[in-house]
């Protein structure tokens, strides 16, 4: 997914050239902690930070000679350190490394650009909360009918599912924060985490001046279940990401078309029929979430290693990581675009509501003639069979078919209510009268 197609903040973080020079920032401070810690000479120290800044002016040209020299030596960070050595020129550079294993450099720096990731997830969540909450106070009461098991249920307003979806994405945010802190753990205990050749203090001094915390306890590694949560955290984000999609999907059906993603002028729908304009954006959301999904999957593999430790899970870790990330980034992308251009169409959410006749009041009606004293099962028993009579009203063709006029055309139902009273019960407004309650409850109004 590093491509044309991700957006070019979250692509840097994942490139080789801003993992070397990570990679380079933790040696120096491991160094600088050792000066203070007096086993490198401050000299040294000034000498091996002077050829490492002319690495850090030339990221790109540090990540060319590592892959040259890796080509024989067939290991990454001794590739890497030993173009840093040779930048260094000096005896000096005997001391970078010094007490340090590879996954020390790999896993701490891995930390740095998942937290990297995180903030940037983290302003992209921020800003389709925005764009949800624009639409959620514009459509707060504009009627439209939900649905349940695809059926015509009760009506309910554009707006709240909107605000429904902001209240989703803000357990999102959360579950993201958390899990970036989670994630945000460095190491440089060694070669099997005794801390045997480095104080913690070092450890200690490297990840408070990366804004890491140092794990508590590690083996060679990083303990891969903190890795696992943040893919699941973002799989989960990707899934809520799905679900709306396809709610907005459906929306968009030609029987339906209550909201649709926006058709540019010049765009086509379909090499075919000209006259298409289908949902690509919310399908590619659906298809992308399903990615997510299965690096997550890949993640919670990588969580039984041998031992201390083996590097199964390292291959694995280059592909999904970056992926997922820049994967999320871009359906971030997607998802603020196509909610600031939304099409919403509130008379075909009108039309909608009368398809079924009125019959969104089976509840109100059924629980009016609960507190007239009727069982639940007689009163439930008079307004199924009125909804039924209304049913076979409209599909005989006729135009007449109400459900209210159905129920007050029968006796046994109208003898219960006064003149008036089921016209009052069998209103929208009834529906609506707890909506600005919810919207001050979710924060979206004062």
Same mark, same amino acid.
């Given at each position: 997914m590093i491509g044309r197609y991700t957006r070019p903040e979250m692509r $840097?973080?994942?490139?080789?050239?801003? !993992?070397? @020079? =990570?990679?380079? #920032? =933790?040696?120096? /401070?491991?160094?600088?902690?050792?000066? #203070?810690?007096?086993?490198?000479?401050?000299?040294?120290?000034?000498?091996?930070? !002077?050829?490492?800044?002319?690495? +850090?002016?030339?990221?790109?040209? &540090? +990540?060319?000679? %590592?892959?040259? /020299?890796?080509?024989?030596?067939?290991?990454?960070?001794?590739?890497?350190?030993?173009?840093? $050595?040779?930048?260094?020129?000096?005896?000096?550079?005997?001391? /970078?490394? +010094?007490?340090?294993? @590879?996954?020390?450099?790999?896993?701490?720096?891995?930390?740095? %650009?998942?937290? %990297? @990731?995180?903030? &940037? /997830?983290? !302003?992209?969540?921020?800003?389709?909360?925005?764009?949800?909450?624009? %639409? $959620?106070?514009?459509?707060?009461?504009?009627?439209?009918?939900?649905?349940?098991?695809? =059926?015509?249920?009760?009506?309910?307003?554009?707006? &709240?599912?909107?605000?429904?979806?902001?209240?989703?994405?803000?357990?999102?945010? #959360?579950? &993201?924060?958390?899990?970036?802190?989670?994630?945000?753990?460095? !190491?440089l205990s060694g070669a099997v985490g005794t801390n045997a050749h480095l104080s913690p203090k070092i450890e200690g001094f490297v990840c408070r001046k990366l804004g890491l915390k140092p794990a508590p306890l590690a083996t060679q590694v990083v303990q891969r279940d903190i890795h696992a949560e943040f893919m699941n955290t973002l799989a989960l984000i990707g899934a809520s990401i799905e679900r709306w999609s396809v709610e907005f999907r459906h929306l968009q059906r030609t029987e339906v078309l209550e909201a649709e993603e926006p058709f540019k002028k010049g765009q086509k729908g379909s090499s075919a029929m000209p006259h298409k304009r289908n949902p690509i954006t919310w399908e590619r959301l659906t298809g992308l979430a399903r990615v997510l999904r299965g690096n997550a999957i890949a993640a919670m593999e990588n969580v039984a290693l041998w031992h201390e430790r083996d590097i199964s899970h390292s291959s694995v870790e280059r592909v999904i990581f970056p992926d997922s990330c820049c994967l999320l980034n871009y359906m971030f992308h997607l998802l603020g675009r196509v909610l600031d251009e939304l099409n919403v169409y509130p008379k075909n959410m009108k039309k909608n509501l009368g398809i079924s006749l009125g019959m969104w009041n089976s509840q109100t009606v059924l629980l009016a003639l609960i507190r007239k004293g009727l069982t639940r099962e007689q009163a439930y028993e008079l307004v199924q069979r009125n909804a039924m009579k209304t049913w076979e009203v409209k599909h005989a063709g006729r135009d007449d078919a109400d459900f209210l006029e159905q129920l007050l055309s029968d006796r046994d139902v109208s003898k219960h209510f006064a003149a008036g009273e089921l016209e009052g019960l069998c209103s929208i407004e009834f529906h609506l009268k707890e909506v600005d309650n919810r919207f001050k409850q979710l924060g979206l109004i004062k």
């Open positions: $840097a973080i994942w490139t080789d050239a801003n !993992k070397l @020079s =990570i990679w380079l #920032k =933790i040696e120096l /401070l491991a160094s600088e902690a050792l000066v #203070k810690d007096g086993i490198v000479p401050a000299a040294d120290f000034a000498r091996m930070k !002077k050829g490492a800044d002319k690495w +850090f002016k030339n990221p790109e040209g &540090l +990540f060319e000679r %590592q892959k040259e /020299l890796e080509r024989t030596l067939n290991h990454d960070v001794i590739a890497f350190t030993t173009a840093v $050595a040779e930048k260094i020129n000096h005896k000096a550079s005997r001391w /970078l490394h +010094f007490g340090l294993t @590879s996954s020390d450099i790999v896993d701490t720096s891995f930390a740095v %650009q998942i937290a %990297q @990731s995180a903030d &940037l /997830l983290i !302003k992209d969540i921020k800003g389709v909360r925005k764009a949800m909450a624009k %639409q $959620a106070r514009k459509h707060k009461l504009t009627p439209c009918i939900g649905r349940s098991h695809g =059926i015509h249920g009760e009506p309910t307003t554009f707006g &709240l599912k909107m605000a429904l979806m902001h209240d989703e994405f803000g357990r999102a945010l #959360k579950r &993201l924060e958390t899990a970036r802190e989670s994630a945000a753990i460095g !190491k």
